[in-house]
């Protein structure tokens, strides 16, 4: 540039000279032909600097950067910004998306998730049972001051199935229908076998007693004559299978069905715990129970029991029907207790919540009953109503006999736990242990999904002195006698808690994944606009060496005259 800048003032100097002088002017340039050689090396050099500066080449000859396009810089933004929008527009109304889906499956529709796990039993489940073996009959015939022992025997394992028939659509929101439960033995579950030999109360006989208990002398005699004449006694010994489901013959009940003595209703034509139940439509009832459609949280929650919302067995409070079934429940996230209405004892039971624990890494509420549920009313006022007879039994018994085709039945936790010490002085042989004889159901909080389900109760039958009945002659007074106890079980597979925990961790998963993609566009917009102002500042710069060459460069705008 010195020499280029030395020939253009050289060559300034010339045409100057060149007007003024004239001739002078070609002397001097014949006397110093190096002038012209100069000024033409100048030229060169500019015009060799020109490709440099305008970013063909750079220094050292390397190639320079490419700018990127408008159009490229235009894609970031319009991406970017979409990404960055969506993401937290998604990412704000995920739990409320969230919330319209899982709603959409959870309430009972023919379509739903919920449907499909409702209308037959989706999980493995057992029905347990024990039999109480009295070993001791003979000492207490012969002195009824002895006490009742008994020997537990089983338990004795059936696989169980739920399936819900005859369904009826209705449109205020409810579904009626009916349940067929099906069972299975499983000998490889249960300790020992359904020909083993069990003695206990012959209920036939003393439910006979309890009917003419408050008649007059001469009927509570004619009755007498009949179990007599009919070989019935306080003892009966009969297998297992013919306790349970196969049930067994009675001469005496036969002939109680041909008298049709009014008040007298008894529907099966032989005795067992669980006979006549085994794939019966009807053994349960009638149900009529909220689809959820309307609110979430009357899902699972009966409206009414054989067409009605309130039995005839109590009074007030204690007839109405209130509760779920027990295998669909609407979310339970802040409920302290909840209540599973159980057709077999004609009412509900109450749930206090306890310790929330885990079941196959899904956490759940537990739920259990405490010394409130078989209350008499000592405790809880409310259930006073349960009280039937006068006095009322001690508390931690529930007196189902009306229930129950007017047998003298009661209901209450195995081995009388958390009952009144009454019951278990009275007999020998029950081990009331903390916690193992529990009723209790594990709900998964936000869709109300069983998660672990123990339903535990004992049958017990009550025996007591009638006058004029031989076999209930010398009896002590109030004697509950337990028959059996069973235990309802099922757990969810490792297959749906899986599932489960997948729901549950949508969430989460939701609000993490949106934010990642809103950064994404975040990103995005930020590199667009560090391009474009890099795209800007090239440009300026750009311009200033054109402007610099321009201002060093006169020859454009003042050629050279020859």
């Known amino acids: 540039m010195a020499l280029a800048e030395k020939g253009s003032v050289e060559l300034r100097t010339i045409n100057t000279n060149n007007n003024i002088f004239g001739s002078s002017v070609n002397s001097e340039i014949a006397k110093e032909p190096s002038i012209m050689t100069t000024e033409v090396s100048a030229r060169a050099g500019i015009a060799a600097a020109t490709p440099k500066d305008s970013g063909t080449a750079g220094n050292n000859g390397k190639p320079a950067k490419m700018r990127p396009s408008k159009t490229a810089i235009i894609i970031l933004y319009v991406v970017g910004a979409l990404l960055l929008i969506g993401g937290i527009a998604v990412g704000l109304s995920w739990?409320?998306?969230?919330?319209?889906?899982?709603?959409?499956?959870l309430i009972l529709t023919p379509t739903s998730t919920s449907y499909d796990m409702w209308k037959e039993t989706p999980i493995p489940m057992y029905l347990k049972l024990h039999l109480?073996?009295?070993?001791?009959?003979?000492?207490?015939?012969?002195?009824?001051?002895?006490?009742?022992?008994?020997?537990?025997?089983?338990?004795?394992?059936?696989?169980?199935?739920?399936?819900?028939?005859?369904q009826t659509w209705n449109d205020n929101g409810t579904i009626t229908f009916q349940q067929r439960r099906i069972w299975h033995f499983d000998e490889s579950m249960s300790n020992g076998s359904l020909d083993d030999e069990i003695t206990n109360l012959n209920v036939i006989g003393v439910t006979v007693g309890h009917f003419v208990r408050n008649e007059n002398i001469a009927v509570r005699l004619t009755v007498n004559l009949m179990l007599e004449r009919y070989g019935e006694s306080l003892f009966v010994t009969k297998t297992a299978r013919e306790l349970l489901f196969e049930g067994y013959s009675n001469a005496f009940l036969d002939f109680v069905h041909t008298l049709d003595i009014p008040g007298v209703n008894i529907p099966f034509e032989k005795f067992g715990w669980f006979y006549g139940r085994n794939l019966?439509?009807?053994?349960?009832?009638?149900?009529?129970?909220?689809?959820?459609?309307?609110?979430?949280?009357?899902?699972?929650?009966l409206e009414n029991w054989n067409y009605r919302n309130r039995t005839d067995f109590w009074s007030g409070e204690c007839s109405m029907i209130r509760g779920t079934t027990g295998e669909?429940?609407?979310?339970?996230?802040?409920?302290?207790?909840?209540?599973?209405?159980?057709?077999?004892?004609?009412?509900?039971?109450?749930?206090?919540?306890?310790?929330?624990?885990?079941?196959?890494?899904?956490?759940?509420?537990?739920?259990?009953?405490?010394?409130?549920?078989?209350?008499n009313g000592s405790t809880v006022?409310?259930?006073?109503?349960?009280?039937?007879?006068?006095?009322?039994?001690?508390?931690?018994?529930?007196?189902?006999?009306?229930?129950?085709?007017?047998?003298?039945?009661?209901?209450?936790l195995p081995h009388f736990y958390q009952a009144d010490d009454y019951y278990a002085n009275a007999i020998t042989g029950m081990e009331p242990r903390e916690g193992k004889y529990n009723f209790e159901m594990v709900l998964e909080p936000t869709t109300g999904i069983p998660l672990n389900v123990k339903a535990q109760m004992q049958i017990n039958i009550l025996v007591e002195p009638v006058n004029g009945i031989a076999l209930l002659t010398g009896i002590p007074a109030e004697t509950y006698i337990p028959m059996l106890w069973f235990s309802q079980e099922a757990q969810l597979s490792e297959e749906l808690a899986s599932q489960m925990k997948m729901l549950l961790e949508l969430p989460m998963l939701g609000h993490v994944g949106f934010t990642i993609i809103g950064a994404i566009g975040l990103v995005l917009l930020s590199i667009g606009i560090c391009l474009c102002i890099c795209r800007r500042c090239r440009s300026e710069e750009n311009q200033s060496l054109i402007d610099a060459e321009d201002s060093n460069n006169p020859s454009k705008s003042d050629p050279v005259q020859t």
């Open 95 to 105: 739990m409320r998306i969230f919330n319209h889906i899982l709603l959409k499956e």
């Open 132 to 166: 109480y073996n009295w070993t001791n009959t003979e000492e207490f015939s012969n002195n009824a001051t002895t006490k009742p022992n008994f020997v537990e025997m089983g338990p004795y394992v059936f696989r169980e199935e739920h399936i819900k028939v005859n």
């Open 280 to 301: 019966s439509d009807t053994y349960d009832g009638v149900f009529n129970m909220h689809t959820g459609v309307e609110d979430v949280l009357n899902l699972g929650v």
């Open 328 to 375: 669909l429940w609407p979310p339970v996230d802040r409920d302290e207790s909840i209540e599973i209405f159980a057709p077999d004892i004609c009412t509900s039971l109450v749930l206090s919540r306890a310790n929330d624990t885990e079941i196959l890494n899904v956490e759940g509420h537990r739920y259990i009953t405490d010394r409130a549920t078989f209350d």
């Open 381 to 412: 006022p409310s259930r006073a109503c349960y009280c039937v007879k006068e006095p009322c039994q001690p508390s931690g018994m529930l007196d189902v006999s009306e229930c129950r085709f007017g047998a003298p039945a009661y209901v209450s």
